[in-house]
């Protein structure tokens, strides 16, 4: 028997989402620096890979988490549609097999006018929307879904799934 947690989406702002990563919000063009963009950006650990990806049939719902040790992640809807996030704090970035706890696991609504940068170890299901297809700019290293994807099967190890309550 599989439980389902409701997740009861906040909408991202800078300093809710401050635990997880950056919010980055518009600005005009030439503005002075730091304030709105993604100041903790680490890509040194690689070749960058920026590129945009085509999801499809994602639904409000997740079974699995993710993170990424060794670098930092941005996305952003590609047309600015709001999107759906699930994330919990990186912790253990030095133990390969750590998990998220069940209760540290939280979800944003992502204005579609915010792109994010997600911490180096952030665990995080996502995008998510009701749309059939969504494109999203993506930044990470060229290699990071082969070398640096940890995945934990909520679903297998806690007998858990997440839905957004929307």
Not at 37 to 42: I, M, N, V
Not at 126 to 154: C, I, K, Q, S, W
């Amino acid at each position: 028997m599989t439980a389902i947690r409701k997740l009861l989406p906040a909408t991202l702002t800078r300093a809710n989402f401050a635990p997880f990563g950056e919010a980055i919000l518009p600005a005009p063009d030439g503005a002075p620096l730091p304030g709105h963009e993604a100041e903790g950006l680490d890509l040194s650990r690689g070749r960058p890979r920026f590129y945009v990806m085509r999801l499809e049939g994602r639904g409000l719902g997740f079974r699995a988490i993710t993170r990424h040790r060794r670098v930092t992640q941005c996305l952003a809807s590609t047309r600015g549609e709001d999107w759906y996030l699930g994330v919990a704090p990186p912790k253990a970035l030095d133990d390969p097999d750590a998990k998220p706890a069940l209760d540290d696991i939280v979800a944003f609504k992502v204005p579609g006018g915010l792109a994010i940068k997600l911490h180096a170890g952030t665990w995080h299901a996502g995008p998510f929307f009701r749309a059939p297809t969504m494109d999203f700019f993506n930044l990470e290293l060229a290699d990071t879904n082969e070398v640096d994807h940890h995945t934990v099967a909520l679903d297998r190890d806690y007998a858990t799934t997440f839905e957004f309550d929307v």
